[in-house]
């Protein structure tokens, strides 16, 4: 069964550092999207994308944040210069269509030391 | 303002019976609605969509969709030891499509 894949699975850096999270979409998805996730806290949209431009984007998603799709299968999430505050779960999650079930990768664990 | 709302739990269920999940949404035209489960630590799982209103049963699941009342449930039939699990409600708002969650409420299935 196709799924979302997600790498790194945990990612520790030094606050001010950039860090590139990866996820590779299900193939025949149109549709790809970041959300983080705060320990204890609920899943936040991040940003969406489609046909290679930024569909929506949070109040959360500011000028340190980039997404980008380099090639025909990957979809990564580039935080600049990385703070505190950016530790949390980042989950990539892709649909067919913009109204139908978005299905997520497993995540990428980031630690802001 | 864009809402989804689930009283956040913990909802204990003995093992067996069933287990009924409510969330209400704050969008009239939202066509699409889901319901998945967390884990701690892993990601959302979908385990339920509905676009129309009534039920959408699948194995022991079924959800139930309410537009006139902007409510949606699950029910869990037979629970087990394993659902216990936060329980997500997501609905696709129709002026962006972007997906609005719930903050989930946690089921606890006690054996």
């Known amino acids: 069964e196709p799924e979302v894949t997600q790498t790194p699975s945990h990612q520790v850096t030094q606050m001010g550092q950039e860090v590139i999270l990866r996820c590779v979409p299900i193939s025949n998805h149109l549709y790809f999207y970041w959300y983080r996730q705060i320990l204890g806290q609920k899943v936040e949209f991040l940003v969406s994308?489609?046909?290679?431009?930024?569909?929506?984007k949070s109040e959360i998603f500011d000028d340190q944040f980039s997404v980008e799709r380099p090639d025909g299968s990957n979809f990564t999430l580039k935080i600049r210069s990385t703070k505190l505050e950016d530790s949390a779960m980042y989950f990539c999650a892709s649909s067919e269509e913009s109204y139908n079930e978005q299905f997520f990768g497993p995540g990428t664990r980031l630690t802001v030391l | 303002q864009k809402e989804v709302e689930q009283n956040s739990g913990p909802l204990s269920v003995p093992e067996g019976a069933i287990a009924s999940l409510n969330c209400t949404y704050s969008?009239?035209?939202?066509?699409?609605f889901f319901w998945y489960r967390q884990y701690s630590g892993k990601s959302p799982e979908l385990i339920m969509s509905i676009y129309s209103n009534g039920d959408k049963e699948d194995g022991r699941f079924t959800a139930q969709l309410n537009k006139a009342s902007q409510y949606v449930s699950l029910l869990i039939r037979d629970s087990q030891p394993s659902d216990s699990a936060t329980y997500l409600c997501a609905s696709v708002w129709s002026s962006n499509y972007q997906l609005i969650w719930g903050a989930g409420t946690k089921l606890i299935i006690k054996p």
């Open positions: 994308f489609y046909n290679n431009e930024i569909s929506e």
């Open positions: 969008d009239r035209v939202s066509q699409s």
